[in-house]
């Protein structure tokens, strides 16, 4: 006798399809991307993914869990493509291929991986390698550098000196470093008008990448994989805390639209914020946690030692995250009078 | 009219299918070859049954008889013979059987003497008994006895009647043919309603997608005279449930701690308002019912069914494909499978759908549950879902509780958008029925406890009591003893000795009442084995004193019943 309970019908969804279309979303930023650094990143793509999926066979194997199942789920390649699009694009192989199998391995499995992680894998990877390498986490392509093919993926897989043309920062890294070096010399106004490094608002192409990411995640929005709330929560924190201080000192704070388009705000707002597993899950509680997430990232990027806060303002967020749920619980039907 | 609409959050649009079953009329289904008809039909309590096997019925007999008000009588739906009063398999997904009165029609379809039932010289009082009478249920599919929803709150004045013509379940049709053909019946019963419930308005809402049915429903109010609104809703499941509606058209919404008329609002099923004017202006019981017959199926369509037909019976009259595989009771949404294909129909039967995994693909393994929210999006009750299946499979039911597990009405919408395929909605039923019989369990080891107790407590009462009887009829005896010796002295005595002999015979008395007790008290220690406190270990010890100072503080200590013999027996030995 058959005992398959109701509904009987069912809508047309799965976990593959959200990820699918979570990694569909990235592809205007990816374009974009490969676009302004040349297509080493894509190169990183496929290496992210490939040690993303081994992990992931191994991990599924040891813990005695169905592999096709959980392998053709996406999840492992959503993670490795948001790690291949958080490291520099030239990196060595290896870096990406760590972090991506910290991410994997112990980011995710070791808590009990799909859906089970605190921590967003992603940023787990990327802080961790940011920490252990700082260095070749910080090395990215000099302004402009056309390179062939060929050459970057000899750099990528450690065939070809790293060379004088990696010794480049991401247009939010070179603005803090000029200013630490200038010591209150040099003003933001003046940075931002050599138009090689920062384009019109934020870093040249870089305001493309962005934009590439903005266009994604409005995607995702106006698909219902996500919600408003967390990126637009995480972008005014962003406006308001960047705004507030540029308008206090304008000299040594850059404007709102810079921090907006640079850096990983925007692949942070639309695909890193909105993780349904790490983070919120209540209206509210999504709203706080954008906020949150965008303070932070403002304090970390600004007034920190790193490159970009994102990585750590979310991981932050990530532990407050079930309190958050706990205490924003919505009223539900028939309940709302009471106090 | 324009009437303004709210919305309650959630809901989903599951393909309606529909269309299918409602090209042809409403057909009477012919008589089966015996129907089973199960007592327990309605909420509440199962009637009695009141014919035997043997028994020759008539159609519209009384053969269950309600059971306490809240419950609702149950009638022969053909007339033929009874051939058992028995356990029969029921349309439930437990498969239990439950008490059956099995019919074996004779082909003649004879009625009982139908009377109206004079409605306009009747009290309200007797209108709902004489409904109970005639079996009016909530044809929705809740099946609550209509009667117990007929008396407005005394504290709350009555704002709105809502009938439910929605029908938002996907395939189901019954109400919408029932309201085409038979608008003028449903109109003049809903006006019994009104009648009873004395509310303001009266709302009929139905689903846009039946604007046949409206359009029918309109025109009988207008004929009839009334001022009843029939107003469209917009089609989403689950708007045909009744808070779902009475939110849409009123704007308020009922929680599941409270009844709807603590609101100033009732709702109602269409079919249920047209069972209920044909009782009265027939003098018909609820004998049958109009069933959706659907799904893999080559002829869809509306049936009017006798309560008890077996289902396969009525599935064969709409051709079922080869490959179905089963029935589904109810909608795709909440029905469930019936467990073997000859159950019966009952009053909640709204539609039967050949199952086949054509129609519904069998469900995708489940994988775990990412938090993607779809669920909270889609629940109307604006619940959490995830945090629930959180909980429930961890058994940690109190906070399945907390997070409003009994808010759920199991409408199906969370599992349906679920990515992961989880089936929520068995998750959450599993913790509510593991609730319940926790609750039950907790209840019954209470009243046990406080049974034996009480035992506990009037045993030693007794004890006490039969003590105390003894110590008075052995010192009543002493004293007479006593009373004969000093007699008997003072008669033999020197004159030289009245004083004595006036206080003698008190002291006497009491001098062998403490004999007496002295002697009893020996006799008891001597008689006494030893007892199973004497040879404790200390942690036994512990535990009496314990359990010694419970006893006394919820009042159950013999001291004071005992009192009068511990207290002789002291006395004696202080006199030694």
């Known amino acids: ?87 520099p694009p030239l990196a060595p192989w290896w870096l990406v291929a760590t972090g991506t199998v910290f991410a994997i391995v112990i980011a995710k ?80 106004a003046h940075l931002l008008a050599n138009q090689d490094i920062y384009g019109n608002f934020a870093g040249r192409g870089w305001e493309f990448v962005a934009a590439g990411y903005l266009i994604g995640g409005l995607w995702l929005w106006q698909r219902r994989l996500i919600s408003w709330h ?22 040594t704070f850059a404007n709102p639209l810079f921090h907006l388009l640079s850096g990983g705000t925007m692949l942070g707002a639309f695909f890193i914020v909105t993780d349904p597993v790490s983070g919120c899950t209540t209206p509210r509680g999504k709203l706080i946690f954008g906020a949150g997430a965008g303070l932070l990232a403002y304090i970390v990027r600004v007034f920190g030692g790193y490159p970009d806060g994102v990585a750590f303002a979310v991981l932050l967020m990530n532990l407050s995250a079930p309190v958050i749920d706990l205490l924003t619980q919505p009223r539900i039907f028939g309940m709302k009078d009471e106090s | 009219m324009l009437h303004q609409l709210f919305t309650f959050k959630g809901g989903v649009k599951p393909p309606t299918n529909k269309t299918q079953s409602v090209t042809l009329p409403i057909a009477a289904a012919p008589l089966p070859s015996r129907l089973i008809v199960p007592l327990h039909q309605s909420i509440g309590g199962t009637p009695r049954p009141v014919v035997q096997a043997g028994d020759k019925v008539r159609k519209g007999q009384l053969i269950g008889e309600a059971d306490g008000w809240i419950s609702a009588a149950v009638h022969a739906p053909t007339s033929g013979t009874v051939r058992a009063v028995a356990m029969q398999p029921q349309p439930h997904p437990s498969g239990l059987d439950a008490l059956s009165v099995v ?95 004395q509310p303001k308005r009266v709302l009929i809402g139905i689903e846009d997608n039946k604007p046949e049915a409206a359009a029918a429903i309109r025109a ?83 049936y009017e069914a006798l309560i008890g037909t077996p289902m396969n019976e009525l599935l064969a009259l709409a051709q079922p494909h080869p490959d179905t595989d089963g029935t589904v009771m109810g909608g795709p949404m909440m029905g469930f499978l019936v467990p073997t294909p000859d159950v019966p129909v009952v009053k909640a039967t709204n539609c039967l759908i050949a199952h086949a995994d054509r129609l519904f693909p069998p469900k995708a393994p489940e994988m775990p549950c990412i938090r993607c929210g779809a669920c909270a999006d889609a629940c109307p009750h604006e619940l959490q879902p995830f945090e629930l299946y959180w909980h429930a499979r961890a058994k940690n039911f109190g906070k399945t509780q907390q ?4 808010d759920c009405i199991e409408c199906g919408c969370c599992s349906f958008v679920c990515p992961s395929r989880i089936p929520l909605v068995q998750y959450f039923r599993f913790a509510k029925s593991e609730i319940w019989a926790r609750e039950r369990e907790k209840n019954a080891a209470d009243e046990a406890k406080t049974r034996f107790e009480f035992k506990q407590f009037r045993e030693e009462r007794e004890k006490a009591e039969k003590a105390e009887k003894l110590a008075k009829a052995a010192a009543a005896q002493a004293a007479k003893k006593a009373a004969e010796a000093a007699a008997a002295a003072a008669a033999d005595s020197s004159p030289a000795a009245p004083v004595e002999a006036a206080v003698d015979p008190t ?36 535990e009496l004193a314990a359990i010694e100072a419970r006893r006394q503080a919820a009042g159950l200590t013999d001291a004071a019943a005992g009192a009068a013999a511990v207290d002789t027996t002291r006395e004696a030995k202080t006199e030694e």
């Open chain 2, 220 to 302: 009988a109010v207008a004929e009839l005279g009334e001022n009843f609104e029939v107003v469209s809703v917009p089609t989403r499941y689950p708007a045909g449930g009744a808070k779902q509606l009475i939110r849409v058209l009123t704007g308020k919404e009922v929680p599941a701690a409270k009844r709807s008329t603590d609101l100033g609002v009732q709702c109602f099923n269409v079919a249920t308002a047209y069972t209920a004017w044909r009782a009265i202006a027939y003098g018909e019981p609820v004998v049958s019912r109009i069933v959706t017959v659907t799904g893999n199926v080559h002829a869809p369509r509306n």
């Open chain 2, 507 to 542: 002291q006497a008395a009491k001098k062998a009442a403490i004999e007496a007790a002295m002697a009893r008290a020996k006799a008891q220690r001597e008689a006494a084995q030893p007892k199973n406190t004497d040879t404790l270990n200390p942690q036994q010890a512990e």
């Open chain 2, 403 to 406: 997070y409003h597990i009994f």
């Open chain 1, 109 to 188: 499995h070791l808590y009990g991986g799909l859906g089970q992680n605190p921590f967003n894998p992603a940023m787990v990877a990327f802080a961790t390698c940011i920490v252990s390498f700082p260095a070749l986490m910080a090395q990215w392509p000099s302004v402009g550098l056309q390179m062939p093919l060929l050459d970057q993926i000899d750099i990528i897989l450690g065939l070809a000196p790293r060379v004088d043309a990696l010794s480049g920062a991401t247009p939010l890294d070179a603005m803090k470093t000029a200013l630490k070096l200038g010591d209150g010399e040099i003003d933001v």
């Open chain 1, 230 to 251: 967390a990126p637009f929560a995480f972008i005014a924190a962003f406006v308001a805390i960047s705004g507030a201080l540029w308008l206090y000192h304008p000299a």
């Open chain 2, 103 to 197: 019919i074996e029609p004779d082909g003649r379809d004879e009625w009982i003497d139908r009377q109206p039932f004079d409605y306009a010289n009747a009290t309200p009082d007797d209108t709902r008994r004489y409904l109970q009478q005639s079996g009016v249920v909530g044809l929705g599919g809740a099946v609550f006895p209509t009667h117990g929803k007929l008396t407005a709150s005394r504290s709350v004045a009555m704002d709105e009647l809502i009938i439910n013509g929605a029908e938002c379940e996907p395939y189901i049709t019954c109400d919408d043919l029932l309201m085409r053909e038979r608008a003028a019946d449903i109109v003049r019963g809903i006006g019994i309603f009104r009648d009873l419930l």
């Open chain 1, 1 to 87: 006798m058959m005992t398959a309970p109701a509904p009987f019908l069912l809508k047309d969804a799965s976990v593959s399809r959200v990820m699918t279309q979570v990694c569909l979303a990235l592809i205007p930023g990816i374009a974009a991307y490969a676009w302004l650094v040349g297509p080493a990143v894509l190169i990183q793509l496929v290496i992210a993914s490939l040690a993303a999926l081994l992990a992931e066979a191994v991990m599924l194997r040891l813990r005695g869990k169905p592999l096709a199942m959980f392998l053709s789920d996406g999840s492992a390649v959503v993670t490795a493509w948001l790690i291949a699009l958080t490291f």
